[in-house]
């Protein structure tokens, strides 16, 4: 595969807060020219099957991954895992334990909004699927609260909105053994605030942390330098992706990060060793 195969290592279906289900979600990845993809829904690896399959299809080379939502000192931190077991035992009683979190993170959402004057009807979703503010902000829009669901986070969901509830995840430690028990390797997502406080990557290297996401559709090509610093000071392989969450929600294009193709043969490098 030549080098300027597009890479995209970040982004969501309907088993999360995508939009698209994982076979069109691959059908719009080999339209939009990506080659290698990794399907990373937040707290749940329910839906890679079907896309592995549809990948193979396509002819798109695919990664297992996951995304698992933490909880720091009331603020999150996302950590993404490549390369996993997506049936480890280990792995899926934890994930339905995060889900459980995230269910009641929603009712108290949904109890804030109703003292506020607005009754929304209870999501409802498969028991593998991951549920999240996303949905939320999805009936927002839909009982006309809402232009968006940017719109519907300001108003309603962000620290400080009328029905903001703090994370409820695991620690950042339970999530990075979450994925290494599962084979996976674990990457600190979008850390937009990790050149100016760099104190928390040490920590999370720690606690067994082997990749940043350094290549991602916000970042400026000074603070993608920035982040590749970082990432070389720690020896962390440094990824990147879309972190598209589908048609209309304002959340990328797949594809539409430049990642370079040698973040592929590093983590595909750092999985085989850890295999042999």
Known sequence: MTSHALVDLHCHSTFSDGTLDPSPLIERAKKMGVRHLALTDHDTTAGLSAAQQAAKRAGIEFLNGIEINTAQEGDTVHILGYGLNPQHPSL???????????????????????????????????????????????????????????????????????????????????????????????VLAHPFLVSKNDTMVPALVEEGLLGLEVYYPSHTARFTQELLQIARRHSLIATGGSDFHGPETGRGELGGCEVPFSVWEQLQDKLSLDDA
């Open 92 to 186: 899926l009683k934890k994930l339905q334990g995060f889900r459980g979190k995230r269910q009641e993170r929603i009712q108290l959402i949904l109890e804030k909004l109703k003292r506020a004057g607005i009754s929304l009807p209870r999501c409802e979703r498969g028991e593998d699927h991951s549920i999240g503010r996303p949905h939320i902000a999805d009936l927002l829009v839909q009982a006309g609260h809402a232009a968006n669901r940017s719109q519907a986070f300001r108003r309603y969901l962000l620290p400080g909105g009328p029905a903001y509830v703090p994370p409820r995840g695991p620690s950042s430690a339970e999530a990075i053994e979450t994925i290494r028990e599962a084979g996976g390797v674990a």
